[in-house]
Structure formats: C-alpha cells, structure tokens
C-alpha cells in the first residue's frame, strides 16, 4: 500500500508499536454491553473478566516469556484463599483483601521462581505440575484453614468504597472484576511495551543466546514469574470476594489445565489473547453445559484441536492474519 | 603490549576424547588472531572454554588481568567478552532492530525496566540503529530475523555481538553458509572493526585468513599443533602437511 514506504525512524516505529489502537477501544467497549443488554448474565460476565484476567497473568510469563506452566492456578487459588481468610478474620473490605490476596500469592511465586527459573521445556511443565499438586493437596488438607473440600464459608465482603453493596443480579461485581482487570490489563501493556518486555521476549525466542549477550535471563524470569504470580492472585481474590466462597477447585490442576487451554485457544503472546479465550471459553461451558453436563469438555477438546491444527497462533492470530491479508499487505 | 585475553594451561575431556590439551594462548591488545584447522579440532570448543559456555577440567582463563575461570558466560559478556556463533543464534520472532536493542539495553542495565516504555529510551534505540546502519542492516531491520536473508542473518550475528561493546570479539566462522561472492562483505565488515578491539576468529577460506590474520593459531586434536605469523604458519612444513596440504587453498 502506499504508506509502507514512509521513512520511518527506529524511536517512532518503537512508540508506535505501543500506541492504542481503534480496535482497542471496540473491545473496552464490548465489554460494557452486559451492563445494558445482558444484566441476567452478569454473574458470567463476572467469571469470564475474572477468568481473563487469570489467563492475562499467564500470557506474561508463557506467551511473552515462554515459560510454560501447569501449575498456575496456585497463585490463583492462594490469592482466593488468602483474601477468603482476610476477609473472614480481618476485615470484609474488598481493596485491602485484593491486595493481601495478591502480595501474599507473589511471595509464593517469588519462592517458586528460584526453582522454576533454572529449568525448561518437559521438566519445567512437571515441575510447574507439581508444585501445583503440593498447593492443592495442602489446601485440601488443611480442613481447618481452608475448608477443604467443603469450600471455604463464611466470606463477607463489605462495599466497595464503602458504598456499593455487592447485589444480588452482580452489577457491582461484575464493575469490579472488570474494572481490576482492565487496571491490570493497563499494567501487562505497560510492562510488555517496557525494555523487561523486549527481554521477556528475547527469552522466549532464543534463550541460549541470552548469556551470550550478558544477559541474566534467570533474574528477569523471576521478576516475570512473580509478577504474574501476584496478577493471579488478584484473580483468585475477586473470584473469592464477589462468590463468597473459595471451592478446593480454584486452586486444582483443572483450573490450571484449562487456563493454558484457554490462552492458546486465544492465542499466547498478544495480550488480548488470553482475555478471547477466556470469553470463548467461558462461554462454551456456559453454553454446552446446558446441552450435556457431563459432556462438554468434548467440545472444548475439538474446539482446541482444530485450533491447533488451523491456527497455530490462536483464534487471534488467525484473526489478525486475515486482517493483514484483507488491508493487502 | 598488555593481553587481552588468555588461555594457561586450559584442559577439556569428553570422556575419555581430548577436546582441549594443555592450550596456552594469548591474544595481545589489538590483535587479529585466527584460529584454524581440520574439522573436529577443538576449534570452537575452545571459544566455549574461552566464553565460560564450557567449564574446563584444569587451567585458567584470563581476561585483562582478570581470573574469569569461574565466572559465568553472561559475567564475562560483561567484562567485554563476546561472540558469534557458527550456526546462527539469533531471535527469529524480533526483528533486528528490537533484538540490537535488546542487547543495548541489556547492557546499560535497563532491561529490568518493567515500567517505562521502551521507545523512551532513545539513547538505545540509536545506538542499535547506528550499529546496524554500520553493518549495513539498516535497510531491514523492521523485517522479523526469520524473514531475512541468511547473509543479513551472519551479519546479524555479529551486530549482536558488538551491541554488547566487546573488547575482546570471538567469531565462529562468520561466513559459514555462505556462499563465497558474499563472504567478502562480511569480511570487509570484520576488516573494518575497531583496532582496538581484540579479535580472534575461526575460518576455513585460506585467502581469507591469510588478508586479515596478523597471527595464526593451528589447532589439531585438540592442541596448538603451530603459531605465528602468517609468513611462519605457510612456510611451516608440518602446518602444510596436516592441514594446508590436505586441504589445499579453499
């Protein structure tokens, strides 16, 4: 076309990759419309940006990184966990648990991250597997903490602000989880635009060459780990506070499994990605549930497949070629 | 003249092979050091001794009048020791620009710079720029790595490696792969470094070592089988028969 051919200089073709793009704004926008147009759907309007945000803090580590994990619903279950108890113990107030929830989930990813840092490919996967099972186990085990398999009851969570009741039909949650994670979301776009985000990439593109041009991959996979650790967290806190519960599945391999599932249906590495699949994700299970309970993950497991086969960088991917191919580059 | 980078008495086994016996070397300030012999001599197995990639058995590694033996490959990078590889080792999903800047930054120590935006940092985006415009990769360097052609790609390797503001460069056959109407402007690139940079290199075209080599180093088994001068090394009756001879002039 005929703007391709525009000198550019290197700051500005830096700058412009970090600048908001219509699209951008479309999406933000979309996702205001349950307010108006689905209110009896808030409650899934709810899990789906919590669940995205989840996947979110996964995309900064796998998808950028390529620090694979399947393990991370750990820090989502310990954020879930440790606002729950917050909440319970010491005050209901919903900011202060979200960010106990999250600082508490970052000091155990910043523990994992020593171990998790050093390794790569299969070994880092059962590692990650591992140290996900431990989470789990513990939080089954410690009845008296957590509530075990029976939840963990008795979360009240005060107004938000001291002023917005959670209500009954979700409009205050479903304002807050999107609100944290469009907060969040700002947050990711900020780091993946930063020098840390070009060397999160450089690590997932070619991490032997990283040593070589002096580089401590090691210490910026921890930061990153941590980082996402925390956003997790975040995650696992509001589910804990707009339910009122923690389920012993928010911190299970399942959850961890499908939020992979999730970002590659999406489509890892581009921010958005992970905030697609989780939609779509939730969706279909929102959907094909009603159809066959016990069956739907039959669905998923196709949707995935041919997601795979067809488009291996995700529905977005796919998506932003046939945009590219449309504009006739 | 002060050394830049030394080998003393640097031992390596692959089990029972001898991939590196007892090699002393010593790169003075400034000098252009080849490093030559037959396949399978321990050539870059040395320049993994020498960049800490591998750990020798015995024997010290010295950079400056440092002891680096036991530093990491990412510490002496620092210390103004870097490299290129034979087979290309580069970011296939960045473009040049983002990957010269990469290094940059790492560098300068910002790359832990998680919350400013990267195109803020003009001073490392035109020093990539500059490197590259010198290497003449200017042209592509919005192209993604993968897309380029593979004798921007050996360029690219090397742009890397002086990102990093070597003292000391190590280049493991910058030409290999590529066909040889094009290796002379890589060469014509090597040729026109800085004369302070220290440069030690691997290759195969004897044309090529004899116009840029000050200083020969022939390695055969894993030892210095000879050393000197371009004029010692081919009038040099046992360098001719091991190496020069059965391989003849490329």
Redo the contacts between chains.
Sequence with gaps: MGTAKLAINPQIWFSARSRWRMLEIYFWLVTLIPFFLFPSYLSLASQIAITALFALSLDLILGYGGVVSLGHAAFFGIGAYTAGLYSIYVTGEPFSGLIAGSVFAGLCGFAASFIVSRFRHLTLIMITLGLGLIAQEIANKAHWLTGGSDGLQGIKTLPLFGMFKFDLYGYVAYAYALGILFVAFLGVRRIVNSPFGLSLRGIRENLMRMPAIGADSRAHIRMAYTIAAMLAGVAGAILAQTTQTVALESISFQRSADVVVMLVLGGAGRLYGGLIGAAIFMVARDQFSGIAPQYWYFWIGLLLVGVVIFLPNGILGGLSQLYARWRGK | MSTALAARGVNKKFGSLVVANNINIALPTGARYALIGPNGAGKTTLINLL?G?LVPDGGDIMLAEDNVTSE???AR??RGL??T?QIN??????NP???V???V???RK??????????S??E???E??EILSKLRLGDG??QQTRELPYGRQRLLEIA??L??KPKVLLLDEPAAGVPQEESGEIFEVVGGLSDELTLLFIEHDMHVVFRFATHIIVLVGGAIFAEGSPAEISADPGVREVYLGTRGHG
Excluded at chain 2, 89 to 94: A, I, N, R, Y
Excluded at chain 2, 110 to 119: D, H, R
């Design positions: 960049t990639m990491s490959p990412q990078v620092r870097a490299r590889f080792s580069l970011f296939p999903g960045l620009l983002e990957a800047t990469l290094v930054e790492e560098r910002l790359a832990g710079q998680f919350w400013k935006n990267l195109g940092h003009r490392s985006i035109d990539a720029y360097c919005y890397l490696a990102a990093t």
